[in-house]
């Protein structure tokens, strides 16, 4: 099905059974732990060998000398897997996929230098641990602010042009009469899910099967593909549940490539988990960044001239932190640039977290609004719908947004938060030795959309079966998916049964950049409206006016049950959404607003957030208690960015020295106050059938300003040096009372 | 498989026997101790598991207020014994603002005395760590510094204690009662830990064999029961390590202080007791100028060691808050968050 058009009315705006707030029907499985992760297929491969990688202890350099002898010979090892012996491999695949232990050279620090297989883990780690290693330590680059002028304009990542101009930003910043020019720095993060990246492979012949945890199995299976130089058909992965992912698993790592190829010399299946700190320093993070930031206005506060310059750091052929690109997008103003320039850093690979771009670049921009506002004495709310554009502000009307209901994002909010309460001159608000501050941050979240293809298969007893290799990372998918199929088939959700997570099914979206439920969802429409048509036939109907309800298919008096229409062996029908220039005629975002109040102690310097509140349009909600959960999260994950996440770079030897979930701080439950998302009724038919846009990125995107912000409203401190921990704040409070 | 010899004696001088060959080490709860082992970072020959000798397990109380500790009384036990958190609320509130429910659940008193640093260095093997491997160099000096120690610290290790619960132990004279081959000892918590110098692997006075058997509090340090708290600050509400923590203990008589405690965490290699401090307040009146004053002789002699000047400051803004909070009062019940300001969140905004 391709999707060139604005959507019009369909079977899914009944909305009997999509909108509405379902439990995840995957739920009882997860909490009763049924539910098979990556490393838990214990019946698939009751004989799996166990793995253990060995990660180099340096940033760079190259192995000079290594000692397995004693490895090889302890108690149950089966194989040591190094440079020396690993089998050739191509160089690069798709999902960042890149050979394994293919030379002495250490790329950065915990990339492997050997994988010890045994009978047991405890023999693996063990054995692992016996390996001597002398390495040539050679200089490397870890310091993005001491490299930060050695960076070059990079290749576009995607759609995404390192630099854009529009108008004469030099020359309309100058002419400006209200100049705000200010730097923001973001650190190193670290996606920090529950479960590690795990693999278990599985070879019968010269075919491989790998049960693994990632976002993207179809990238995966082409990835493994290329660095194992087999055909793709021979390569099935299988990701069924995934306990988080925020991107870290977008893309195939060492566990993944190294499994596969220890499990093949063996000819026995092989399993790994990567430890928690290999997490950390062996795949990606979301890499650091400067931003610069320039916003001319009149002194009423129109913005004439925005430009964001950002500076960033990755492995050579890395990709960039898009951190300017919201920028292009949010405010009207008529001269505009954005830039983003790349250091080599020798530090271990930068890639996508959760928003990429817009969650560290909103929490540069929308606190240089904030600091605008200030400066103008605008209400901060006020600015940001004076230069409201309901058009693409870099190619004019003609590029209209397909919704986009920013402003009544921050009205709502506003209202429900109790904005008006807030003193815009900071440190006027006190609870006891609490200095209360409010804030407020805009979000924006680019709406992407990936072609996606689904079955659905209906059989005897009535039950619909939609397949696919889409993924749930614990984000409800498999509950959209039911949702989606029942509301097209006319069934109650339990007729559903919903497989995903499966190369071999027909292959999905996957999980990333927000696009997953609106764009595999679509898929699922687009299958379920082809097994309509079939049915429809079938029963003798004319297809266009059946009624598909109470699991029958009606015209007029005429009714039939669906199960009459299935063939003993079941109906299966296959399509694919694709999707067509719709978002090239139109800007495709999703828009929020945060507002945030927290307690700076006096003393102390501590923030605590007391209230947080987001405001998202986000097209269609497809199931409000899903979509509530995921902004949650990312307002959650938004905190963290603010006040405490930070990899912390050890600039001598070039790694994350903080490499534990005891030391790299995200929030507890502790940290979290009651927190309200709103969602506001929006449907959008140019984004899909659905009419729904992405969420689950947009919950994050801005939370950082909206809490930065608050702590300066709270106590008159701007710090611009992100996570704002409390030794930024101290030196500036007030000597003790 | 790393191989290690199992021990679980059945009595504490069979334990003593055991522990005494060189490469052993004693397990209780283990919270500390397994993870160190399966990272490689420390590696046993012999673990002698005391976590079933008998007679370890309770809590005694003394006719004077005093109360004597054993060794395996599990963290949250003790927090949640009421006669203990009445008689010594300041350690029952930093017991339950350390690690997590959980942990707590399983840590045991001796346990939490004898846990190592975590500094980042010390648990990366891949660096150098005097601590780990004597010699070796310290890769902390240099490199992430912002919660390494500002007292007491040398140049072969900058490293903190991280025990909550031995902070105001210390401030309350606690005795530990150690039992080696030559017999039962008494050594003072404020004693029992060695600074750093050139030797940070040695870090307690324990020598090789000797098992704590419990921890006493003496009947004085329960005087201080109505004005004594426990406030730690820490990068997020729990779960965390602190940055700077201390316990105040006052005993008050009409406006006055009688005596005063005063320990600080998160700053040395050790729980730092300040008795300099504490007797500057002795007689002095309760109240803002006292405190400051203590809290200027407590951290006399603080060097940052790296990039955490900030932890003088902070630990001073500590001392006079939590003296300040002892000087009102022990609260009747225990703050939601335990050693937080956060308990108080609630009230009304003042427009000031």
């Known amino acids: ?737 | 498989m790393n191989r290690f010899d199992y021990i679980r004696p059945a009595t504490v001088s069979e334990a003593v026997a055991a522990a005494s060959v060189p490469g052993s080490a004693y397990l209780a709860a283990g919270t500390n101790l397994i993870d160190l082992m399966k990272g490689g970072v420390v590696r046993p020959e012999r673990l002698v598991d005391v976590s079933h000798l008998p007679g370890l397990d309770g809590i005694e109380h003394f006719p004077d207020g005093g109360l004597r500790i054993g060794a395996l009384v599990r963290n949250a036990d003790l927090a949640h014994d009421a006669d203990f958190a009445a008689r010594f609320p300041a350690v029952a509130e930093a017991l339950l603002s350390g690690a997590s429910p959980q942990l707590r659940n399983a840590a045991t008193v001796g346990g939490n005395l004898l846990q190592r640093t975590r500094c980042a260095y010390f648990y990366d093997v891949a660096s150098a760590c005097n601590k780990r491997t004597p010699g070796a160099g310290c890769d902390a000096r240099g490199g992430q510094t912002r919660l390494q120690a500002v007292l007491g610290w040398s140049e072969a290790c900058i490293a903190t204690h991280p025990s909550d619960f031995c902070v105001p132990l210390v401030a309350l004279d606690a005795i530990v009662e150690i039992e080696g081959r030559s017999g039962r000892r008494d050594v003072p918590l404020e004693s029992f830990y060695r600074l750093p110098g050139d030797t940070p692997e040695r870090e307690s006075v324990l020598e090789a064999g000797e098992l704590i058997l419990a921890v006493r509090l003496p009947g004085t340090a329960a005087a201080f029961a109505g004005h004594a708290r426990y406030l730690k600050v820490r990068d997020r509400t729990s779960y965390a390590f602190a940055i700077v923590s201390a316990a105040a203990a006052l005993q008050i008589e009409s406006g006055r202080i009688l005596q005063a405690r005063l320990a600080l965490g998160g700053v040395a290699l050790k729980p730092w007791r300040t008795r300099a401090a504490e007797d500057s307040m002795a007689g002095e009146i309760t109240g803002p100028d006292t405190f400051r004053r203590a809290a200027d002789i407590a951290l006399a002699d603080a060097q940052p060691s790296g990039d955490n000047a900030f932890k003088i400051e902070l630990a001073r803004r500590i001392v006079v808050r939590a003296l300040s909070q002892a000087a009102v009062g022990t609260p009747k019940r225990m703050p939601a968050l335990p050693a937080s300001p956060f308990a108080a969140v609630s009230g009304a905004i003042t427009y000031v």
């Not at chain 1, 029963?539 to 039939?560: E, P, W």
């Not at chain 1, 929030?667 to 140019?686: T, W």
């Open chain 1, 1 to 737: 099905m391709d999707f060139n058009e604005a959507a019009g009315t369909n079977p899914i705006d009944q909305t009997r059974v999509v909108g509405h707030a379902h439990d995840r029907v995957d739920g009882p499985l997860k909490v009763s732990g049924r539910a098979t992760y990556a490393y838990e297929f214990h019946n698939e491969a009751p004989d799996a060998a166990y793995g253990y990688m060995l990660g180099a202890g340096i940033g760079k350099g190259r192995i000079e000398a290594l000692d397995t002898a004693a490895a090889e010979a302890a108690p149950g090892v089966l194989l040591v897997l190094t440079h020396r012996n690993a089998p050739e491999q191509g160089k690069k695949g798709k999902g960042s996929a890149r050979a394994q232990m293919a030379s002495a050279e250490v790329r950065n620090f915990d990339d492997p230098v050997a994988f010890v297989v045994a009978e047991s883990f405890e023999q693996a780690r063990e054995a692992a641990h016996m390996i001597r290693v002398r390495y040539v330590t050679e200089p490397g680059r870890f310091d993005l602010v001491a490299e930060r002028g050695n960076a070059k304009k990079p290749e576009p990542k995607g759609s995404t042009l390192a630099d854009t101009a529009v108008g004469d930003f030099e020359a309309g910043f100058a002419a400006a009469p209200v100049q705000l020019d200010v730097t923001y720095t973001t650190p190193d993060q670290s996606h920090a899910m529950i479960e590690p990246h795990a693999t278990l492979a599985i070879w019968h012949c010269d075919r491989l099967t790998v049960y693994t945890s990632n976002q993207m199995p179809n990238w995966a299976q082409h990835g493994l593909a290329s660095i194992l130089q087999m055909e793709p058909t021979d390569v099935r992965v299988i990701s069924r549940y995934i306990g988080g992912g925020f991107g870290s698993k977008l893309f195939v790592y060492g566990d993944i490539i190294i499994t596969a190829m220890a499990a093949r010399k063996l000819q026995r299946p092989v399993k790994m988990a990567l430890t928690r700190p290999q997490i950390f320093n062996h795949t990606s993070h979301r890499p650091a960044t400067i931003q610069r930031l320039r916003i001319g206005a009149t002194p009423d506060g129109a913005i004439t001239a925005i430009g964001h310059e950002v500076w960033c750091g990755n492995q050579e052929g890395g990709t960039f932190e898009t951190a300017a690109n919201q920028t292009r997008l949010l405010y009207a103003g008529k001269h505009r640039m954005t830039s983003h320039r790349l250091a080599v850093l020798d530090l271990p690979v930068g890639n996508a977290m959760r928003a990429p771009g817009e969650a560290v670049g909103l929490m540069a921009l929308e606190c240089a609004v904030d600091e605008l506002a200030e400066r103008l004495r605008m209400d901060p709310i006020e600015l940001r719908v004076m230069n409201d554009t309901q058009f693409d502000p870099e190619t004019g009307p003609e590029r209209p947004f397909s919704s986009r209901k920013f402003v009544e994002c921050l009205r709502t909010g506003a209202d429900r938060f109790g904005w008006a309460k807030r003193n815009p001159k900071p440190g006027q608000m006190r609870d006891g030795h609490w200095l209360i501050g409010i804030g407020v941050a805009g979000a924006i979240r680019e709406n992407l959309t990936m072609k996606s293809a689904a079955r659905v298969t209906l059989d005897p007893q009535g039950q619909v079966i939609v397949e696919s290799s889409m993924t749930d990372i614990g984000t409800g998918t498999y509950t959209v998916h039911a949702q989606i199929a029942a509301e097209m088939m006319g069934v109650p959700m339990e007729r559903v049964i919903v497989h995903m997570g499966d190369t071999d099914m027909p292959e999905a979206a996957g999980s990333g950049g927000s696009w997953g439920a609106n764009s595999s969802g679509s898929g699922v429409y687009a299958a379920c409206d082809k097994l309509r048509r079939v049915l429809a036939q079938k029963a003798g109907f004319n297809a266009d006016d059946v009624v598909f309800a109470g699991g029958k298919l009606s015209q007029g008096n005429r009714s039939v049950t669906l199960e009459s229409l299935a063939d003993p062996q079941g109906l299966s029908v296959e399509a694919e959404i694709d999707f067509g220039d719709l978002t090239k005629r139109y800007a495709q975002a999703s828009f929020g607003a945060h507002f945030c109040e927290v307690g700076v102690d006096l003393a102390t310097a501590e923030v605590r957030v007391r209230r947080l509140m987001s405001v998202a349009a986000a097209g269609r909600i497809l199931n409000p208690k899903t979509a509530r959960s995921q902004c949650i999260g990312g307002m959650t994950m938004g905190i963290g960015a603010a006040l405490m996440e930070q990899c912390v770079v050890d600039t001598r030897h070039g790694y994350f020295v903080n490499h534990d979930l005891a030391e790299y701080h995200v929030p507890v439950h502790a940290d979290i106050p009651d927190m309200d998302v709103i969602f506001l009724e929006e449907l959008d038919d140019k984004s899909s059938p659905l009419k729904a846009k992405g969420i689950g990125e947009l919950g994050i995107c801005g939370v950082g300003a909206a809490v930065a912000n608050a702590v300066y409203n709270a106590c008159g401190v701007r710090i611009r040096d992100y996570p704002l921990t409390l030794d930024k704040i101290l030196p500036h409070l007030p000597p003790m009372v």
